[in-house]
């Protein structure tokens, strides 16, 4: 397997976190070669200027954890965020809407942010431990058809996370029209491994940088 660091989002979203946290998490970034950072809105400005002139990209986070904020909050929130520089936004849907099977107000939800993201990429949180296999099934179809770029297996902050099965639930269903991120329990390169055989382009990891350790140190025991 190739060196997973091209596909983590090595985040950082801990309520107690800080701006030397902020930095260090940048510095880690540039190191390794991640995708992006994602971090709470609060840091972006930070994070846009320490990472100014890098491959790697500023993410952040609407209607974060719980995904109950109003549509308006959620698309004021993306608009500002691109605004500070923000390259890729992780939004978390209306969970009780899509359980009341209110598929057109969870469908506008996500395209009005997609409006509100211009051209930055949005990635849909739908917390598949909430959701049974239809209503996962039925949310890609969603994300898809709202023109997203990915569809998010989960936050990290609910009672589960990302599971091979889901990933490769999700794979199936979006069919290559938009990318699949796991996110949620993955520590470890084995972990991550597993993800990205069942499917996954991006992984959302606070343990980015012991993935791609391990990864170093396999290497140099095969070789």
Not at 110 to 133: F, G, N, R, S, T
């Amino acid at each position: 397997m190739n060196n997973p660091a091209a596909l983590i989002d090595h985040t950082l979203l801990k309520p107690d976190m800080t701006e030397a946290q902020v930095l260090s998490l940048c510095e880690e970034a540039v190191e390794h070669g991640f995708a992006s950072v994602c971090l709470p809105p609060a840091f972006v400005a930070v994070a846009v200027d320490r990472l100014y002139g890098s491959a790697v990209r500023v993410g952040s986070v609407v209607g974060f954890p719980c995904g109950y904020n109003s549509l308006r909050q959620k698309i004021t929130e993306t608009a500002e965020l691109v605004a500070l520089g923000a390259e890729e936004i992780d939004m978390v849907i209306s969970i009780g809407n899509l359980l009341a099977r209110r598929f057109d107000l969870v469908e506008a939800e996500i395209a009005q942010v997609v409006l509100a993201a211009e051209q930055a990429p949005v990635k849909v949180i739908i917390e598949c431990c909430y959701l049974d296999q239809e209503l996962k099934q039925r949310a890609t179809e969603l994300v898809v058809n709202a023109g997203a770029a990915y569809v998010k297996t989960s936050t990290g902050f609910a009672p589960g996370g990302a599971t091979v099965a889901d990933v490769a639930l999700l794979v199936a269903v979006a069919a290559g029209r938009i990318g699949v991120k796991a996110a949620g329990g993955i520590r470890d390169l084995d972990s991550c491994q597993q993800m990205i055989v069942a499917g996954a382009t991006r992984i959302g990891s606070s343990a980015g940088v012991k993935i791609v350790t391990q990864w170093y140190e396999r290497q140099d025991v095969v070789g």
